[in-house]
């Protein structure tokens, strides 16, 4: 949209040549990566027809427009092909894919045609519930946003405190509806010729307003987390700095920031490794652990290991049971709030526990390593560290 877009009459002619054009001409003029999806996506697609068609060729009745599986056969095909290839069936070259397939003679047989159309069924199924889903978040959203406005209403200097408490519901889900209201709003005002900047409407104000005062927010969540594992990295003894991670994360970290500690962690760690996969990230980390020769002073060697032992003591099955054992207990005691991990549900039914704050004081940091070393793992740094093997 803008005063520079063509008309729906232009457009519309527009699209009529570009359905004329062969898509495989269309595909040549893509960039080669682009190109490369297209192709694996198409790959995928025949498959899907593929196995499609064959239990159309074995049961006439089956993959009837509008009818539900009549067979096992049908609804196993069905999981199998359509419930599996979904990233497909809802990419943007959907259509162009459906186009090449009948270009290039894919559709030719009454089985392949019903194929066919059971899957441009299911897509605009999916379609349809995607829209749903969509409708029902943003409206989620929007409440979040009307919560905060109505705050900033009464009191402009309270706002902050109410960030404060919904910290948890301002994810990143609703970072990035933030990001996409703000860029809608955005686009406009400017397409009614105005500079977005200099001539802001009063919802783009508030929407950015809301958008700093969270990234602010957000910005002191990370730093929190980034001070409890640097100083889980203090000890020399890799498992000392193992151990001493556990103890922050079981007297520090709230449940519902598990989470977010974790993907700080990945973050660091995947920083030494060009934004590795989690799989490459062990794969180094076991390399460098194995290594008798590797510096255990280097901070790449530790923050490696970080990632590793995170991975190791946070794994998505150990979060997900710590976050619903959190929230059952906080719906037990009636709403109030749970504490860090060890504490979660220690305090008196209506009692609200309030959380330790993250170690920040030379004296808090020197009594954390000092409990690690306590324990027996090996000290910091002495050469008869037992358990560096584990």
Known sequence: AGPDAPSPAVASAAATRLAKIPVSDLVKSWPAAQREVFVQELKSL???????????????????????????????????????????????????????????????????????????????????????????????????????????????????????????????????FLRYAIEKEAADVASKGLDPEREPTEWLQ??????????????????????????????????????????????????????????????MAGNFEMQATEAQ??????????????????????????????????????INAILESSQNKLLGEGGHGAGGLAKAGAAGAGTPYVPAKPVTSTEALIAQIEEAQEDDYGGFGGPEDADDDE
Not at 288 to 306: F, G, H, M, N, Y
């Open 206 to 267: 508030v929407l950015n307003v809301i958008r700093k005062g969270v990234l602010a927010e957000k910005a002191v969540d990370v730093q929190n987390d980034v001070d409890v594992l640097q100083i889980s990295m203090l000890p020399n003894s890799p498992s000392a700095r193992k151990h001493l991670l556990g103890r922050l994360i079981e007297d520090r970290v709230l449940p519902e920031d598990l989470p977010r500690l974790r993907q700080t962690a990945m973050n």
């Open 46 to 176: 025949k498959g899907v027809m593929g196995g499609l068609a064959e239990v159309a060729e074995a049961d006439d009745d089956a993959l009837q427009p509008g009818d539900a599986p009549t067979s096992e056969m049908e609804q196993q095909a069905l999981v199998q092909t359509l419930d599996a290839n979904r990233a497909v069936l809802l990419s943007d070259n959907y259509p162009l894919l459906v186009r090449s397939l009948i270009e290039g003679g894919g559709i030719q047989t009454e089985a392949e045609r019903r194929a066919l159309a059971k899957v441009n069924e299911y897509a605009l199924a999916m379609v349809e519930q995607l829209q749903e889903l969509a409708r029902v978040a943003e409206q989620q959203q929007l409440e979040k946003i009307a919560r905060l406005c109505r705050t900033a209403q009464e009191d402009m200097t309270k706002l902050p405190d109410e960030v404060r408490k919904m910290r948890s519901l301002l994810d990143a889900e609703f970072i990035a």
């Open 281 to 318: 990230l062990i794969s180094a980390a076991k390399a460098i652990k194995a290594d008798a020769e590797t510096d255990p002073d280097d901070l790449s060697t530790r923050v490696l290991q970080l990632g590793l032992d995170v991975i190791e003591l946070l794994p998505d099955e150990r």
